[in-house]
T-cell receptor, first 116, second 112 residues
Framework: AQSVTQPDIHITVSEGASLELRCNYS??????LFWYVQSPGQGLQLLLK??????LVQGIKGFEAEFKRSQSSFNLRKPSVHWSDAAEYFC??????????????FGQGTRLTINP | NAGVTQTPKFQVLKTGQSMTLQCAQD?????MSWYRQDPGMGLRLIHY???????DQGEVPNGYNVSRSTTEDFPLRLLSAAPSQTSVYFC???????????FGDGTRLSIL
């Protein structure tokens, strides 16, 4: 079974600073990896996904993530954060099982606070 | 295009009551799922469906029932609510197997 660890529960950065959110996964085969963002009181919005191919993937809102198989990591980055990026971020690993069932396992989430 | 719609947004129940959380999607997605979100635990899969008439259990299915009579709807039933089921519930759908899931805005449920 797959698992995901987000080591940082809460991160605070200054507006304009760079950001890196960590994600480590455990899965026996090539995983499907996702980053979602959740604003307060809202559902989850997909930022980016990795299925195969280029290990550096670009997402919405200026985010990118790099898949590193040797480190079992899929860290999320942004070169310069904006106050509107304050939210909770979830990393997830997916596996497609019988009959096309997609089993998503989520990390615990990282809450991002932006200092003005 | 509404996407994934969940109703109600908020609900308070007493222990032992039953209720149904509604989920509908208008994207003709085959795959639908229910998650619960609890502080510090991320989202955990309750039940899922790969198409009309087909459902299966996820990681935390106890106390919940589902059915899938149409492609569009995937209701979640609490048969006898317990305080441990106080949570935020999210419904999601995907086109098929490995495609990203689209989430509803959630139902915040409190069991007293």
């Amino acid at each position: 079974a797959q698992s995901v660890t987000q080591p940082d529960i809460h991160i605070t950065v200054s507006e304009g600073a760079s950001l890196e959110l960590r994600c480590n996964y455990s899965y026996g085969a090539t995983p499907y990896l996702f980053w979602y963002v959740q604003s307060p009181g809202q559902g989850l919005q997909l930022l980016l996904k990795y299925f195969s191919g280029d290990t550096l993937v670009q997402g919405i809102k200026g985010f990118e993530a790099e898949f590193k198989r040797s480190q079992s990591s899929f860290n999320l980055r942004k070169p310069s954060v904006h106050w509107s990026d304050a939210a909770e971020y979830f990393c997830a690993v997916g596996a497609v099982e019988s009959q096309g069932a997609q089993k998503l396992v989520f990390g615990q989430g990282t809450r991002l606070t932006i200092n003005p | 295009n509404a996407g994934v719609t969940q109703t109600p947004k908020f609900q308070v129940l007493k222990t032992g009551q039953s209720m149904t959380l509604q989920c509908a999607q208008d994207m003709n997605h085959e795959y639908m799922s229910w998650y619960r979100q609890d502080p510090g635990m991320g989202l955990r899969l309750i039940h899922y469906s790969v198409g009309a008439g087909i459902t299966d259990q996820g990681e935390v299915p106890n106390g919940y029932n589902v059915s899938r009579s149409t492609t569009e709807d995937f209701p979640l039933r609490l048969l006898s609510a317990a305080p441990s089921q106080t949570s935020v519930y999210f419904c999601a759908s995907a086109l098929f197997g490995n495609q990203p899931q689209h989430f509803g805005d959630g139902t915040r449920l409190s069991i007293l």
